[in-house]
């Protein structure tokens, strides 16, 4: 059973940074694509980022320039450096991985955006 674990989240002023974490069991995170998403309340979980096991990269459109997401498979562990966070950044993030068609997540870290 996939095992995830977010880690990081917290209450940041606008145009502050937080670096979020993602830990998994075993090796799952350093040998499949992983994924960042996040659901504000009320609206749908909806994808961020993700990253590939040869390392490259996608983003959402809104985070682009601001997010970053990492991986370091020694540490079995993929983060997500956000820097210039703005209020419509607020919400639980979850990372995601799928392995042979099965779709697993964590339980979330709260982000909060606010002054």
């Known amino acids: 059973q996939v095992q995830l674990v977010e880690s990081g989240g917290g209450l940041v002023q606008p145009g502050g940074s937080l670096r979020l974490s993602c830990a998994g069991s075993?090796?799952?995170?350093?040998?499949?694509?992983v994924a960042w998403y996040r659901q504000a309340p009320g609206k749908q979980r909806e994808f961020v980022a993700t990253?590939?096991?040869?390392?490259?990269?996608n983003y959402r459109y809104s985070v682009k320039g601001r997010f970053t997401i990492s991986r370091n498979n020694a540490k079995n562990t993929v983060y997500q450096q956000m820097n210039s966070l703005k209020p419509e950044d607020t919400a639980v993030y979850y990372c995601?991985?799928?392995?042979?068609?099965?779709?697993?997540w964590g339980q979330g870290t709260q982000v909060t955006v606010s002054s």
């Open positions: 995601n991985v799928v392995v042979r068609g099965i779709s697993s």
């Open positions: 990253i590939t096991t040869g390392g490259n990269t």
């Open positions: 075993e090796s799952i995170l350093s040998l499949n694509t």
